[in-house]
T-cell receptor, first 112, second 112 residues
Framework: QKEVEQDPGPLSVPEGAIVSLNCTYSNSAFQYFMWYRQYSRKGPELLMYTYSSGNKEDGRFTAQVDKSSKYISLFIRDSQPSDSATYLCAHRGGAAGNKLTFGGGTRVLVKP | ETGVTQSPTHLIKTRGQQVTLRCSSQSGHNTVSWYQQALGQGPQFIFQYYREEENGRGNFPPRFSGLQFPNYSSELNVNALELDDSALYLC???????????FGPGTRLTVL
């Protein structure tokens, strides 16, 4: 079982819709979780990070962590064509320093 | 504030050759991590450097090696290149006290 799993998509939504992205993780000891956005042929861009359980909101983005079910989510409200990208979830920590362990990414397409 | 930069942007090598990739960390960051991202997959942790010392290593063979310099810039060296080494190599900088890691644009390596 992979440490972090994501549905690869693609996830296609109309402009203005809510984009809902999910990841599952295997190790209940994980505490720090991140969401990155990656445009084609670019480096990942940090969107949000959360610690432990709960919600965090930043503009159109909301991140949720449910430790009881080992589930992390990212919601994008009022989606725009510029939100079309691959979204990567990750957790920080583990035996090897402060490494990030990523899911495989979900490709999102927002259609005008 | 200067972001993370990487050079070169693209590189083509043949099997068996050696390659050196370079990274300049974001201003104020003393930790550099390197990741390998194969096409369609999430980044995989190679290793991390903190104050010129290796501070954790992922599941990569010894032919992947690195350095960090006093100004916190870093190099990734790969010897005896194999076809499977073809990937996007990403550098991320951070401070140990900071949860987030901030990525550069990457170096795309093609091994023929």
């Amino acid at each position: 079982q992979k440490e972090v799993e994501q549905d690869p998509g693609p996830l296609s939504v109309p402009e203005g819709a809510i984009v809902s992205l999910n990841c599952t993780y295997s190790n209940s000891a994980f505490q720090y979780f991140m969401w990155y956005r990656q445009y084609s042929r670019k480096g990942p861009e940090l969107l949000m990070y959360t610690y432990s359980s709960g919600n965090k909101e930043d503009g159109r983005f909301t991140a949720q962590v449910d430790k009881s079910s080992k589930y992390i989510s990212l919601f994008i409200r009022d989606s725009q064509p510029s939100d079309s990208a691959t979204y990567l979830c990750a957790h920080r920590g583990g035996a090897a320093g402060n490494k990030l362990t990523f899911g495989g990414g979900t490709r999102v397409l927002v259609k005008p | 504030e200067t972001g993370v930069t990487q050079s070169p942007t693209h590189l083509i090598k043949t099997r068996g050759q050696q390659v050196t990739l370079r990274c300049s960390s974001q201003s104020g960051h003393n930790t550099v991590s390197w990741y390998q991202q194969a096409l369609g997959q999430g980044p995989q942790f190679i290793f991390q450097y903190y104050r010129e010392e290796e501070n954790g290593r992922g599941n990569f063979p010894p032919r992947f090696s690195g350095l960090q310099f006093p100004n916190y810039s870093s190099e990734l060296n790969v010897n005896a290149l194999e076809l499977d080494d073809s990937a996007l190599y990403l550098c991320a900088s951070s401070s140990l006290a900071d949860t987030g890691q901030y990525f550069g644009p990457g170096t795309r390596l093609t091994v023929l």
